[in-house]
Nanobody, 119 residues
């Protein structure tokens, strides 16, 4: 069993900042990729940012220069620092991991955390 505990969402004014965290635990030998997706009402889920085990990152064009993804491999935790937030960043943010356990490799999603940016 794998668990992902997300935290850090909330309500913030435009221009403000939030930091999301996602801690993984359970039957995990190695986490390869950790990423954040988001889904706004009526829209498809989209990739926001991803980070490999060695620290290579990838960002959606809409968040480049404003969001920073990082991870702590010792804690199996991924972070998303969100600055200069805009109302269009309002969405449910989901953490996802690409991991390997003693039974093989798979991916796992968190339950989501709401981020609301008011104008």
């Amino acid at each position: 069993q794998v668990q992902l505990v997300e935290s850090g969402g909330g309500l913030v004014q435009a221009g403000g900042s939030l930091r999301l965290s996602c801690a993984a635990s359970g039957n995990i030998v190695r986490i390869n990729i950790m990423d954040w997706y988001r889904q706004a009402p009526g829209k498809q889920r989209e990739l926001v940012a991803a980070i490999t085990r060695t620290g290579s990152t990838n960002y959606a064009d809409s968040v480049k220069g404003r969001f920073t993804i990082s991870r702590d491999n010792a804690k199996n935790t991924v972070y998303l620092q969100m600055n200069s937030l805009k109302p269009e960043d309002t969405a449910v943010y989901y953490c996802r991991i690409d991991y390997c356990s003693g039974y093989g490799c798979s991916d796992y999603w968190g339950q989501g955390t709401q981020v609301t940016v008011s104008s």
